[in-house]
């Protein structure tokens, strides 16, 4: 439907943003600001790895803490016992992330119901008492201070942008194909989608390691970045996992952009009220859980494309050229 | 006889409750076979059965051969057995089309091919006009025939089609039953369940087989099958298997 020369204005609007993620840092030179956008690359790749598995393949975990905190303590650990260089380890905290990604799927998604949801928030409280106790290995309560890396924060942007550009290529490029399809299938209706040929374990199994992945390389990011870690910061329900699924539900469950507006919404939101009502700022998601779900049950983006084009709307897939010329 | 799938002395116990005893059929290739029987006479625990959902107590149910028990649904679709469902399960926010590539991923790996696929599908059940609606705003009979149209797509040897007229006006339902009757000319068998023993299915089955309280009590030509007392009797009760 590239009618009404929709397909050049794209082009126009893709290099535009390009220009824009790429100019930010040298033509804004407010370190807060700086710090700011960091901080919305940063909920852009866990809002979009949760919502593959959340929004796409409708596997709600309350607990995906469990996967930032595993990325962050990994190359974190690495480091600091071992003298791993930290920007390789995050790729080691993401692959640290599929190996806990594996046993919880494998064993979970042989059932259907609340056992995913509830076991991964159970597995990530079960991480953070572990980590908080095991004094010997993770330095308990006290935490890990990791060095500061660089003195400007434009490498940190940079690879924020890069980590955040790699997971929404990922979602876009698996969405986009067979495994898009059969994640929706599963996601509307399971007993169909087997009828249907899916072998539905291993396809949410799919969905699950490539969402651990890149929630744990967040968190091995996040490490880095603040340069200190402890296990109620990274294993946090509230501020990790819960803002998590505010970000996908609010910007859109299942669009590949709803996750990005759901991240610039939350990220400014509490960082305004944070200043005027200190820790009460969380009732700002209590909020705006409540309004999304009474005014727009599919999220932003997904209500807005609705009505808007074509391109974005929340399911996807068929709007690829000429999808609807018979 | 050269069965495709060949079902044998197949047990389905819940609990205590015996939902299919000993049930022995085959089905030819190509061959339309109309599954009767009363309100939980056990034709969709037959299919859930066969179809992988669940595991027999006992009995074995071999397809080209190859035994299914144990098997996933998916397998099994993969093997070249498909089903539709008796409470229909569109893929409610997908499209038509989306919903009919679905089942045609099966066969194939890239969007493309499985457009193909789902567009001369659509065209084959006369769901084309429709492929861009959202499955959910679909009619029941239109969720039917995209049920249909999905499972044709998985490119199947045989299809179950579990409750296939049940809610449709009469219309809908010789436009369903001419094109069951249209399977066979595509390689694909097809059992129908219904619940009644109607003049349609009697006219398109080559073969009838009854079932009554999990227990097959009859099976042949459909004639046969009609004049059989004891279908009359599971029916309409003793009284007129007497008479009749």
């Given at each position: 439907?590239?009618?009404?020369g929709?397909?050049?204005?794209?082009?126009g609007g893709?290099v535009?943003?390009v220009a824009?993620?790429l100019g930010?840092?040298i033509?804004?030179?407010?370190?807060y600001?700086?710090h700011l956008?960091?901080f919305?690359?940063?909920w852009?790749?866990?809002?979009?790895?949760?919502?593959?598995?959340?929004?796409?393949?409708g596997q709600?975990s309350?607990?995906?803490a469990?996967?930032?905190?595993?990325?962050?303590?990994t190359?974190s650990?690495?480091?600091?016992?071992?003298?791993f260089?930290p920007?390789p380890?995050?790729?080691?905290?993401?692959?640290a992330g599929i190996?806990?990604a594996?046993?919880?799927?494998?064993?979970?998604?042989?059932?259907?119901?609340p056992?995913?949801?509830?076991?991964?928030?159970?597995?990530?409280?079960?991480l953070?008492?572990?980590?908080?106790?095991?004094?010997d290995?993770t330095e308990?309560?006290?935490g890990?201070?990791l060095?500061?890396?660089f003195?400007?924060?434009l490498p940190?942007?940079?690879?924020?942008?890069?980590l955040?550009?790699?997971?929404?290529?990922?979602?876009?490029f698996l969405?986009?194909?067979?495994?898009?399809?059969?994640l929706l299938a599963?996601?509307e209706?399971?007993d169909?989608?087997?009828?249907?040929g899916?072998?539905?374990?291993?396809y949410k199994?799919?969905?699950?390691m490539v969402?651990a992945?890149?929630?744990?390389m967040?968190?091995?990011y996040?490490?880095?970045?603040m340069?200190?870690i402890?296990?109620?910061?990274?294993?946090s329900?509230?501020d990790?996992?819960?803002?998590?699924?505010?970000?996908?539900?609010l910007?859109?469950?299942g669009?590949?952009?709803g996750?990005v507006?759901g991240?610039?919404?939350?990220?400014t939101?509490?960082?305004?009220?944070?200043?005027?009502?200190?820790?009460?700022?969380?009732?700002?998601y209590?909020?705006l859980?409540?309004?999304?779900?009474?005014?727009?049950?599919?999220g932003i983006?997904?209500s807005l494309a609705a009505?808007?084009p074509?391109?974005?709307?929340?399911r996807m897939a068929?709007d690829?050229?000429?999808?609807?010329q018979g | 006889m050269?069965?495709?799938l060949?079902?044998r002395?197949l047990?389905?116990?819940f609990g205590?409750?015996?939902?299919?005893v000993?049930v022995?059929?085959g089905?030819?290739?190509?061959?339309?076979?109309g599954?009767?029987g009363p309100?939980g006479?056990?034709k969709?625990?037959?299919?859930?059965?066969?179809?992988?959902v669940?595991?027999?107590?006992?009995?074995?149910?071999?397809?080209?051969?190859?035994n299914l028990?144990g098997?996933?649904?998916?397998d099994i679709c993969?093997?070249?057995i498909t089903?539709?469902?008796?409470?229909?399960?569109?893929l409610p926010?997908?499209?038509?089309?989306e919903?009919v590539m679905?089942g045609?991923?099966a066969r194939?790996?890239?969007?493309?091919?499985?457009?193909?696929?789902?567009?001369r599908?659509l065209?084959?059940?006369?769901?084309?006009?429709?492929?861009?609606?959202?499955?959910?705003?679909?009619t029941?009979?239109?969720r039917?025939?995209l049920?249909?149209?999905r499972?044709?797509?998985t490119?199947?040897k045989?299809?179950l089609?579990d409750e296939?007229?049940?809610?449709?006006?009469?219309?809908?339902?010789?436009?369903?039953?001419?094109?069951?009757?249209?399977?066979?000319?595509?390689g694909i068998?097809?059992v129908?369940g219904v619940?009644h023993?109607?003049?349609?299915?009697m006219?398109?089955s080559h073969?009838?087989?009854?079932?009554n309280?999990g227990?097959?009590?009859?099976q042949?030509?459909p004639?046969?099958?009609g004049?059989?007392?004891?279908?009359?009797?599971?029916?309409?009760?003793?009284a007129y298997?007497?008479?009749?």
């Open positions: 439907m590239a009618a009404r929709g397909k050049g204005w794209r082009w893709a535009l943003g824009v993620l930010f840092p033509v804004v030179s407010d370190v600001l700086q956008a960091i919305f690359l940063l852009v790749t866990l809002g979009t790895s949760w919502n593959l598995l959340g929004g796409y393949a709600i309350f607990g995906h469990a996967f930032f905190g595993m990325g962050a303590y190359s650990l690495l480091f600091a016992k071992l003298g260089p920007w380890g995050m790729l080691l905290g993401g692959v190996l806990l594996l046993p919880m799927g494998h064993i979970c998604f042989r059932l259907r119901g056992f995913f949801a509830l076991s991964m928030l159970a597995l990530s409280e079960f953070r008492l572990v980590t908080l106790n095991w004094r290995l308990g309560a006290v890990i201070l060095p500061p890396f003195i400007s924060k940190y942007y940079y690879i924020a942008l890069a955040a550009a790699a997971t929404m290529l990922a979602t876009w969405v986009d194909s067979k495994v898009g399809f059969y599963i996601r209706d399971q169909a989608a087997e009828a249907l899916i072998d539905t374990t291993w199994l799919v969905a699950l969402s992945f890149f929630s744990a967040a968190g091995s996040y490490a880095n970045y340069a200190y402890d296990p109620p910061i990274v294993f329900i509230v990790i996992s819960i803002a998590m699924i505010l970000v996908a539900v910007g859109g469950m669009t590949l952009w996750p507006v991240a610039l919404v939350i990220v939101l509490s960082e305004a009220f944070r200043a005027y009502f200190a820790a009460a700022h969380l009732i700002v209590g909020v859980i409540i309004v999304v779900i009474v005014f727009m049950p599919e983006v997904g009505r808007g074509r391109w974005l709307r929340p068929t690829a050229p000429g999808a609807s | 050269g069965w495709m060949d079902v002395k047990s389905k116990v205590g409750l015996p939902a299919l000993n022995d059929f089905i030819a290739p190509g061959e339309i076979v599954l009767i309100n006479a056990g969709t625990t037959l299919f859930n059965v066969i179809t992988g669940f595991r027999p107590t006992s009995g074995e149910i071999l397809f080209e051969g190859k028990v098997l996933k649904p998916h993969r093997l070249g089903r539709t469902f008796q409470v229909v399960k569109p926010k997908m499209t038509v089309l919903n679905v045609a991923f194939v790996g890239t969007k493309e091919e499985a457009r193909e696929i789902a567009l599908e065209e084959f059940t006369g769901l084309l006009p429709k492929r861009d609606a959202l499955a959910r705003s679909l029941l009979a239109d039917k025939l049920e249909l149209t499972a044709v797509a490119r199947p045989l299809i089609l296939v007229v049940a809610g449709l006006n009469p219309t809908e339902t010789e436009e369903t039953i001419t094109l069951i009757q249209r399977l066979p000319e595509r068998a097809a129908a619940e023993v109607m003049r349609v299915i006219t398109i073969r009838i087989v009854v079932l309280y227990r097959k009590i009859a042949g030509s004639e046969e099958v004049h059989n007392p004891e279908v009359i009797e599971a029916y309409l009760g003793e298997a007497e008479t009749a």
